[in-house]
């Protein structure tokens, strides 16, 4: 039978025309549902942008600070904000990545009995973990317990206990796709498993890997109760991890947002409505959100290129 009689026997078919009604109707229903998901993110990216985008394009917001500008106050910047972002969550990738890879190359290569499953228990149990108890276990661990004081690297050990178990189930994932040929072939030719691991393994997933790796610094980049708890807000430009309150662009987001009913000033004995910790609010949050979207582009960019097959 050629492949024409076919495609008629089976278009002629009994109930051909309802099969086709439903999947019209299940692609009609998939296609809605999409577009109503949209719309609420939609709606908040114009209405951040909206708000925003005057102050992130005003002089000065990339290269200065929020020091000695109270909300009476217009200008400032976001600098501070971005540079304790940057290396709380900087720190937070150092500490991260060699642990999680660790831990995804036992559980893939290595990992048998009782210890790979309580590992995989462990791991499961940190995907849950809420950012405000990681925090405060760092905070009653290391502030508490030995009488430390607020810094930001502590807000970069909490977000360590979120970004692992992110970046360990997408190794894992990775990882099981190598072909289990190239490690035979590997292993025929004499090749120690480790040498095996770190010359064929690693770099055939090497893709998915950093793709797994820039959603996990996406994932913490935005968290915002482990530096309530854990180093406080400063609008000065503090760049020491180790020492006193840092800026933060979560933090200056709750610090502008804290002065939004008192914004009346007077001018020339009038009371006027001014705006400017909410536009600075606003500002800031576009900024955030611009920061983890292009950490979220960079891993579809990546993805794209991987070369990883089944």
């Known amino acids: 039978m050629t492949s024409a009689t076919l495609s008629s026997t089976l ?42 985008l005057a102050s ?3 002089d000065g917001w990339f290269t200065s600070s929020q020091r000695g500008i109270t909300y009476r106050d217009s200008g400032g910047g976001a600098l501070h904000a971005i540079i304790g ?41 940190l995907t849950g973990i ?31 206990m979120l970004m692992i178990p ?12 190598v072909p289990n040929e190239l490690r035979e072939a590997s ?8 040498k095996t691991i770190v010359k064929i393994v690693l770099p055939t997933a090497l893709s998915g890997i950093v793709t797994g790796i820039v959603l996990g610094v996406a994932r913490v980049a935005g968290e915002t109760a ?3 708890v854990l180093v406080g807000y400063s609008p000065n430009d503090n760049r020491n991890l180790f020492g ?12 502008q947002f804290g002065n939004l009913g008192s914004t009346t000033i007077l001018r020339n004995g009038h009371k006027v409505s001014v705006h400017y910790a909410a536009d600075r609010m606003w500002g800031a949050a576009l900024t955030l959100i611009i920061l983890v979207m292009a950490l979220n582009l960079l891993a579809r960019l990546i993805a794209r290129r991987s070369k990883v097959s089944s």
């Open 11 to 52: 278009a002629g078919a009994p109930g051909s025309g309802w099969r086709k009604a439903k999947n019209r109707l299940a692609t009609t229903v998939i296609y809605g549902c999409f577009l109503l998901a949209l719309v609420p993110l939609v709606w908040l990216l114009w209405t951040v942008v909206s708000r925003g």
């Open 56 to 58: 992130i394009t005003a």
């Open 85 to 125: 972002t940057l290396e709380q969550v900087l720190l937070c990738t150092v500490i991260s990545v060699p642990i999680a890879l660790l831990v995804a190359i036992y559980l893939v290569e290595y990992g048998r009995g009782p210890l790979a499953r309580a590992t995989t228990f462990m791991v499961d149990i």
């Open 130 to 160: 809420p950012s405000i108890v990681a925090a405060l276990f760092v905070y009653a661990v290391l502030v508490t317990g030995f009488s430390g004081q607020r810094a930001g690297w502590l807000v970069s050990s909490a977000l360590v």
């Open 166 to 177: 992110v970046v360990v189930r997408t190794t894992e994932e990775m990882l099981r796709l």
């Open 187 to 194: 292993y025929a030719l004499g090749v120690p498993k480790w």
């Open 226 to 228: 482990p530096l309530l």
């Open 244 to 255: 006193g309150p840092q800026g933060s662009l979560p933090g200056m987001i709750k610090d």
